[in-house]
């Protein structure tokens, strides 16, 4: 069977180290669309992110961001987008801010994080974002609590900057108290809480329903722990 859509993940997959998209890449990307193959992202960035790198690829296409939970082709017209409620998103902080850990809520328009509470190189990874093109505006704060307070946020997905030896429990601890929610291990250093049944593999199943395709007619190119499931 012919392969009908090519879903690529940016970081580690996409992008080289110094953050910039080979030509060869480039020109093997624009082979496979000239073939009609349909060509998307599928990232845990941003959209704002997403859609930058998209249109230096020059592709039109319905792009996966947020680990799932917001896809669309236009930042105001998603073709599906799932929240985290305010209430939850405020419990959630509460929770991870007695762990060691950085916290960003990463909506579609904006994000905020806490200031440090991790080592510095945790810190430089949420602090200077790989995905933050100027246009996004950023705020870190010493509690995020407490702007949640007086500043509800639904957040698409909540991102945790942590050591590797309490992942584990923050995931159990997350999962028990809040069944709403997924909690996904994106690589050693970082988690994603996501809202319930949401993922990048659910993500791309829903965007190749829509194209009249199933997984079978799909080729995936990842590089994090997230990303297993979809390959």
Known sequence: MSKQLLALNIDGALLRSNGKIHQATKDAIEYVKKKGIYVTLVTNRHFRSA????????????????????????????????????????NIVQVLESYQCNIRLLHEKYSIGNKQKVNSNL????????????????????????????????????????EHDIQDDITETIT????????????????????????????????????????????????????????
């Open 51 to 90: 859609q930058k790198i998209a249109k230096s690829l020059k592709l039109d296409a319905k792009l996966i961001t947020h680990s799932g939970s917001y896809i669309a082709e236009k930042i105001d017209a998603p073709f599906f987008e799932r929240r985290i409620s305010d209430d939850h998103t405020f």
């Open 123 to 162: 810190l430089g990874k949420a602090l200077i974002h790989p995905s933050d093109p100027i246009f996004y505006p950023v705020q870190f704060v010493e509690s995020l609590s407490d702007l949640l307070m007086d500043e509800p946020v639904s957040a698409p997905v909540i991102e945790v900057y942590t």
């Open 176 to 231: 028990k108290a809040f069944p709403a929610v997924d909690v996904i291990r994106v690589n050693d250093e970082k988690l994603n809480i996501v809202p319930k049944g949401v993922s990048k593999e659910a993500g791309l199943a829903l965007v190749a329903s829509d194209l009249g395709l199933t997984m079978d007619d799909v080729v995936v190119i990842g590089h994090q722990f997230d990303d297993l499931p979809m390959i």
